[in-house]
């Protein structure tokens, strides 16, 4: 009995997972499960074509699978770390994340792809840099805001360093180019920023400024600008620059409100590109129809919207670093959320941006997972503090 009680304890200090976010863990789950039955559904034509994959139709099944496995031992080490150690470490770990951005532009280490230099190569997988600095901008980011905390309302003092730091790793982002990695970032560093107690005029003075900076990268760059004037109207063009967007509408079209059912799409049968990974949406809306985008849809509500509920306890215990951490976290699965869905719907130019969770990539899977985890810490401790407190 004393041996039973004496290894119950020891797992608790190991694994303090007694007590989390339920609803939370139900909406990750149900979309990593989805994830895995949609990339399946949608990579089985494509697999069993490829010589790359030995034409085995289960073989992207398999790779995310292997990716979800690395997932969640990265996210069960995550967990394990206090908050207070991931703020002392996190500007060491922004500047190990531009470190690897650099590293990737460099010939014969980063690996290009559709004229894209975003991975390096590490055997049997390739790593994408751009996926985990995503994570690293939020902790870096709550850091910097919670030490800054009393100079936020100073464009010199409290915005300019952070711009700075930015707009490098911006730079490294458009040399690759992933201007939809860029994208979120800014939109993960603003965010936390505002939170953090940012001046409303000064947010939107940038905020201003940054839609003219994004408008501009998009006129002087000949592809970008190819991708808004598809996006404007697909079928001018359906063969060519609309070819990507009018196949995702079709998928879309063909779902009606129940869909055609699962296996059955036609657009994943090589007529839409990039049907597992980027445009992964189309085909749950084409096999599971308006319902199936409609739960996907909630389900990543309910991630967001806990995100913030676990960030508003934090800070209402003052716990302000872990605050900004848990809403960055929300923020950032979000906003490329939103970004992905608008892309496969026509709502926004096409970006290479995948559905977190759901598409297939190891990178953005994983990174997703240690993301999570570090966000069920959260809770964890200000579930443990305000325990104590009502103690």
């Known amino acids: 009995m004393t041996t039973g009680a004496a290894s119950i304890a020891g797992w608790k200090r190991i694994a303090p997972m007694a007590e989390h976010d339920q609803l939370l863990v139900a909406a990750v789950f149900a979309l990593l499960v989805t994830g895995l039955v949609m990339v399946y559904s949608s990579s089985i034509a494509t697999a069993e074509a490829s010589k790359y994959t030995g034409h085995q139709p289960a073989y992207f099944l398999y790779r995310q699978a292997l990716f979800l496995a690395i997932g969640f031992v990265g996210g069960a080490i995550a967990y394990q770390v206090p908050l207070a150690t991931w703020q002392r470490t996190s500007p060491y770990l922004f500047l190990i994340g531009a470190a690897l951005l650099a590293l990737v532009l460099i010939p014969g280490v980063g690996r290009e792809v559709n004229g894209a230099r975003r991975w390096i190569a590490l055997g049997v997988v390739n790593l994408q840099p751009s996926e985990f600095m995503k994570l690293f901008v939020v902790l870096y980011a709550a850091d910097y805001t919670v030490r800054k905390a009393a100079l936020m309302h100073s464009l010199r003092k409290g915005f300019a360093p952070m711009f700075l730091v930015m707009l490098t790793t911006g730079a490294l982002l458009l040399l690759e180019p992933d201007f939809g990695a860029f994208a979120v970032i800014t939109i993960i560093a603003m965010?936390?920023?505002?939170?953090?107690?940012?001046?409303?005029?000064?947010?939107?003075?940038?905020?201003?400024?940054?839609?003219?900076?994004?408008?501009?990268?998009?006129?002087?760059?000949?592809?970008?600008?190819?991708?808004?004037?598809?996006?404007?109207?697909?079928?001018?063009?359906?063969?060519?620059?609309?070819?990507?967007?009018?196949?995702?509408?079709?998928?879309?079209?063909?779902?009606?409100?129940?869909?055609?059912?699962?296996?059955?799409?036609?657009?994943?049968?090589?007529?839409?590109?990039?049907?597992?990974?980027?445009?992964?949406?189309?085909?749950?809306?084409?096999?599971?129809?308006?319902?199936?985008?409609?739960?996907?849809?909630?389900?990543?509500?309910?991630?967001?919207?806990?995100?913030?509920?676990?960030?508003?306890?934090?800070?209402?215990?003052?716990?302000?670093?872990?605050?900004?951490?848990?809403?960055?976290?929300?923020?950032?699965?979000?906003?490329?959320a939103i970004i992905n869905m608008g892309v496969n719907m026509g709502l926004l130019p096409t970006k290479g941006l995948t559905l977190p969770l759901l598409s297939f990539g190891g990178s953005a899977l994983m990174a997703n997972c240690v993301a999570l985890a570090i966000l069920l810490r959260v809770d964890y401790e200000v579930r443990q503090l305000m325990g104590g407190r009502r103690k």
Request: proline letters at 3%; zero cysteines.
């Open 191 to 336: 965010g936390i920023l505002f939170l953090g107690g940012m001046n409303w005029r000064l947010f939107v003075g940038l905020i201003a400024l940054l839609a003219m900076g994004f408008l501009a990268l998009i006129v002087t760059s000949p592809y970008r600008m190819q991708r808004v004037v598809a996006f404007m109207d697909p079928w001018a063009d359906p063969y060519g620059k609309g070819y990507q967007l009018s196949h995702a509408l079709i998928a879309f079209g063909r779902g009606e409100w129940f869909g055609v059912g699962l296996g059955a799409s036609v657009e994943k049968l090589f007529y839409l590109p990039e049907a597992h990974t980027d445009f992964l949406l189309a085909v749950i809306g084409e096999e599971l129809g308006f319902l199936g985008v409609a739960t996907v849809i909630a389900l990543f509500a309910i991630v967001a919207l806990r995100a913030f509920a676990i960030g508003n306890r934090a800070a209402s215990i003052e716990r302000y670093h872990s605050a900004l951490v848990a809403q960055g976290i929300g923020l950032g699965i979000s906003a490329q």
